[in-house]
């Protein structure tokens, strides 16, 4: 028998490159690697890339020139860039860092064994093609291994929005929503695995058209005997039909927590975003989506300091934060992203930038507090995910997404838990089994 090889994967950004990072672990599992938590005992380093802000390539060229001593002490090892670096870079990743030997984009994970055959055989291998078949359906898993209860199933890729920040639409290319019958198949064998809670991804995940709507997919996973959770992540607010939010209402199993970000609270600065919809909508959109269930706990994103943000405009922010009384938020200071109609736009001054950031992530912070807080007392569900630190302490995800740590219990992993909530910490509640 061969010895395994060591494969060391480094993922940054978004649940999707999470997800993706499982999915070529398994391909290259394949190959004879295996995982290991070092880069200086690896045979294969694989950087698994961001772009949505700014220095993401700058950051990766340094990464990849502190492991090129690495190369320096075993000639053996591979490294590999993925992701959205490699999509927009391409071949000037293997100009500008020689060490690398594979450069593969988002769309092409399938072929990573042919690729990785290639290097191995002294060549170095590039692919950023948008080819037109489903990457997934190639990344077939091997033994049915043992997944963790909460999993990742991408849905959906790329974006048709073209939001005037954004790189997704260039890196992630336009909108591909994977059957229904693939993501169907896929779910079970999750859940043969012992996973009982997936999140569908997508960029845009709510203008799925797999053969059916969002809705629709949804309403059939429910269907799925073992599989006790759903959420969906990233939505955009003009996606949001009535079906559902009817199934917001009538669907048990899709859990009442909902990531749709506004990023601004100007219809000024909104407009140009080119977002498509007003503050007043959004707000409007919230309020349905509330009475179809009232418990929901809203999420979203924003970004501040986009160029001619006014103080006017970033106090419409901090107004729609505080009228919709935000579970979590993520805010971030816009950053020009090459290539994107923003770029060519004027500046605010970062000094001013950043202070309408920390103005907001307080604001955020003090609601999600008071959120927190008023948890004590309260019952919850939590899907039990792995041991806590101390001894008879499991921790899990409550049906809002808060981290839950569960006391004095022999609760199993992969289980749902009846909960009261003892304490709310700052970034977690304590509880114990009712
Ligand atoms: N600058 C700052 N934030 C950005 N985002 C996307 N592009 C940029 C950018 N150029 C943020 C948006 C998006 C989240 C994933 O990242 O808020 O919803
Ligand atoms: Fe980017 Fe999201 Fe806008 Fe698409 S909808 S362009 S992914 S911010």
């Given at each position: 028998?061969?010895?395994?090889?060591?494969?060391?994967i480094k993922t940054y950004g978004c649940?999707m490159n999470?997800?993706d990072s499982?999915r070529m672990?398994?391909?290259?599992?394949?190959?004879?690697?295996?995982?290991?938590?070092?880069?200086?005992?690896?045979?294969m380093i694989l950087l698994n890339t961001c772009h949505i802000?700014?220095?993401a390539a700058e950051k990766v060229y340094?990464e990849l020139?502190?492991m090129?001593?690495?190369?320096?002490?075993?000639?053996?090892?591979k490294i590999a860039v993925a992701g959205c670096v490699a999509q927009a870079e391409g071949a000037e990743i293997m100009r500008r860092q020689?060490a690398v030997d594979l450069v593969v984009g988002p769309q092409s994970y399938h072929r990573l064994?042919?690729m990785e055959?290639?290097v191995?055989?002294?060549?170095s291998a590039l692919d950023t093609d948008f080819p037109?078949?489903?990457k997934?359906?190639?990344?077939?898993?091997?033994?049915?291994?043992?997944?963790?209860?909460?999993?990742?199933?991408?849905?959906?890729e790329?974006?048709?929005?073209?939001?005037?920040?954004?790189v997704v639409?260039y890196t992630r290319g336009?909108?591909?929503?994977?059957?229904?019958?693939?993501?169907?198949?896929?779910?079970?064998?999750?859940?043969?695995?012992?996973?009982?809670?997936?999140?569908?991804?997508?960029?845009?995940?709510?203008?799925?058209?797999?053969?059916?709507?969002?809705?629709?997919?949804?309403?059939?996973?429910?269907?799925?005997?073992?599989?006790?959770?759903?959420?969906?992540?990233?939505?955009?607010?003009?996606?949001?039909?009535?079906?559902?939010?009817?199934?917001?209402?009538?669907?048990?199993?899709?859990?009442?927590?909902?990531?749709?970000?506004?990023?601004?609270?100007?219809?000024?600065?909104?407009?140009?975003?080119?977002?498509?919809?007003?503050?007043?909508?959004?707000?409007?959109?919230?309020?349905?989506?509330?009475?179809?269930?009232?418990?929901?706990?809203?999420?979203?994103?924003?970004?501040?300091?986009?160029?001619?943000?006014?103080?006017?405009?970033?106090?419409?922010?901090?107004?729609?934060?505080?009228?919709?009384?935000?579970?979590?938020?993520?805010?971030?200071?816009?950053?020009?992203?090459?290539?994107?109609?923003?770029?060519?736009?004027?500046?605010?001054?970062?000094?001013?930038?950043?202070?309408?950031?920390?103005?907001?992530?307080?604001?955020?912070?003090?609601?999600?507090?008071?959120?927190?807080?008023?948890?004590?007392?309260?019952?919850?569900?939590?899907?039990?995910?792995?041991?806590?630190?101390?001894?008879?302490?499991?921790?899990?995800?409550?049906?809002?997404?808060?981290?839950?740590?569960?006391?004095?219990?022999?609760?199993?992993?992969?289980?749902?838990?009846?909960?009261?909530?003892?304490?709310?910490?700052?970034?977690?509640?304590?509880?114990?089994?009712?």
């Amino acid at each position: 028998m061969t010895t395994p090889k060591k494969l060391f994967i480094k993922t940054y950004g978004c649940q999707m490159n999470v997800y993706d990072s499982e999915r070529m672990a398994e391909a290259l599992g394949g190959q004879g690697y295996v995982a290991t938590d070092r880069a200086d005992d690896a045979d294969m380093i694989l950087l698994n890339t961001c772009h949505i802000r700014e220095k993401a390539a700058e950051k990766v060229y340094s990464e990849l020139g502190r492991m090129k001593p690495l190369k320096e002490a075993n000639p053996n090892l591979k490294i590999a860039v993925a992701g959205c670096v490699a999509q927009a870079e391409g071949a000037e990743i293997m100009r500008r860092q020689p060490a690398v030997d594979l450069v593969v984009g988002p769309q092409s994970y399938h072929r990573l064994p042919e690729m990785e055959a290639k290097v191995r055989s002294g060549q170095s291998a590039l692919d950023t093609d948008f080819p037109p078949e489903d990457k997934f359906d190639h990344l077939k898993s091997r033994p049915k291994a043992r997944r963790a209860p909460a999993a990742f199933l991408t849905v959906q890729e790329g974006c048709d929005k073209f939001c005037a920040f954004c790189v997704v639409p260039y890196t992630r290319g336009s909108e591909v929503s994977r059957p229904a019958a693939r993501v169907l198949e896929e779910a079970r064998d999750l859940v043969e695995r012992g996973v009982r809670e997936v999140t569908l991804l997508g960029q845009n995940v709510n203008a799925y058209h797999g053969g059916t709507t969002l809705a629709g997919l949804i309403r059939d996973l429910a269907k799925v005997d073992g599989l006790e959770r759903i959420r969906y992540t990233t939505s955009h607010p003009n996606d949001m039909d009535d079906a559902l939010i009817a199934a917001h209402a009538e669907v048990e199993k899709l859990m009442p927590y909902l990531h749709l970000p506004v990023q601004s609270g100007s219809d000024r600065i909104l407009k140009r975003m080119n977002r498509s919809h007003t503050a007043e909508s959004y707000l409007k959109l919230i309020e349905r989506i509330r009475a179809a269930r009232p418990d929901i706990v809203m999420s979203g994103d924003f970004i501040v300091g986009f160029p001619e943000e006014t103080d006017a405009d970033f106090e419409a922010t901090l107004d729609l934060v505080r009228e919709v009384r935000y579970g979590y938020a993520y805010s971030f200071k816009y950053s020009s992203r090459p290539g994107t109609p923003a770029a060519e736009r004027p500046l605010v001054d970062p000094a001013v930038a950043d202070e309408r950031l920390q103005r907001l992530q307080a604001l955020i912070t003090e609601q999600q507090q008071e959120i927190q807080q008023s948890m004590v007392g309260r019952d919850l569900s939590v899907l039990v995910e792995k041991p806590g630190r101390l001894a008879g302490q499991m921790v899990g995800k409550s049906e809002y997404l808060h981290a839950v740590h569960i006391e004095d219990t022999t609760a199993e992993i992969g289980t749902v838990q009846k909960v009261r909530v003892v304490e709310a910490k700052r970034n977690s509640l304590s509880a114990v089994v009712r």
